[in-house]
């Protein structure tokens, strides 16, 4: 099947420090999408990417596609302790989209 | 409001046990899904259905039967449980290239 990667797998931050993870796919995509999971929770729909070099901003969280469409990136700028959870790219590799390893953020008060 | 509706949320079977996980939506989506996640791992889909009448495997269907009973509801059953089908299984559904909505989850131990 197809392989997504996500980079890093885990990352610590103090409260107040900006985190980014990034989705590496192998192939071009037709979209993307991203997902957060609360700590014993279920994945949650935060966006879809759709065109070459799209960015989106959702207050404090930014998403990049990338201009080839085989990368993507979720930027958080001044992590709170809110944003702790496990965040998934999903890309769409023609059928169904195919969840990523995830990366786990934990933020430090 | 409901959106995803799982049941039960927690079950323990032993081994060469059957058992149904149930999964209703009332978005009126056309795809469901069922996924099974494992500890710090991502989701794996098991079985899809992009719509009413129609069901698909996905990456790892083997040991699971799935029915697409109606538009609302997608069930998953394990006819013979395994130590290895230990799992929290999700259920989803969608419109056609849109975000997933998902269950709460069921957490199935098998012993």
């Known amino acids: 099947g197809q392989q997504v990667m996500q980079i890093p797998q885990y990352q610590h931050v103090q409260e107040g420090e900006d985190f980014t993870t990034y989705c590496n796919s192998s192939?071009?995509?037709?979209?993307i999408q991203w997902y957060k999971q609360r700590p014993g929770g279920h994945p949650v729909f935060l966006i879809q990417l759709v065109k070459s070099g799209e960015v989106k901003k959702q207050k404090r969280l930014t998403f990049q596609f990338g201009e080839a469409k085989k990368n993507s990136s979720l930027h958080i700028t001044a992590t709170q302790t809110t944003d702790v959870g496990t965040y998934f790219c999903?890309?769409?590799?023609?059928?169904?989209?195919?969840f990523g390893p995830g990366t786990r953020l934990s933020v430090l008060p | 409001n409901a959106g995803v509706t799982q049941t039960p949320k927690f079950q323990v079977l032993k081994t060469g046990q059957s058992m149904t996980l149930q999964c209703a939506q009332d978005?009126?989506?056309?795809?469901m899904y069922w996924y099974r996640q494992d500890p710090g791992m991502g989701l794996r889909l098991i079985y899809y259905?992009?719509?009413?009448?129609?069901?698909d495997k996905g990456e790892v269907p083997n040991g699971y039967n799935v029915s697409r009973l109606n538009k609302r509801e997608f069930s998953l059953r394990l006819e013979s449980a395994a130590p290895s089908q230990t799992s929290v299984y999700f259920c989803?559904?969608?419109?056609?290239?849109?975000?997933?909505?998902f269950g709460s989850g069921t957490r199935l131990t098998v012993v």
């Open positions: 978005m009126n989506h056309n795809s």
């Open positions: 259905s992009a719509s009413e009448g129609t069901t």
């Open positions: 192939t071009t995509l037709s979209n």
């Open positions: 989803a559904s969608s419109e056609a290239g849109r975000g997933y909505t």
């Open positions: 999903a890309p769409n590799y023609g059928q169904n989209f195919v």
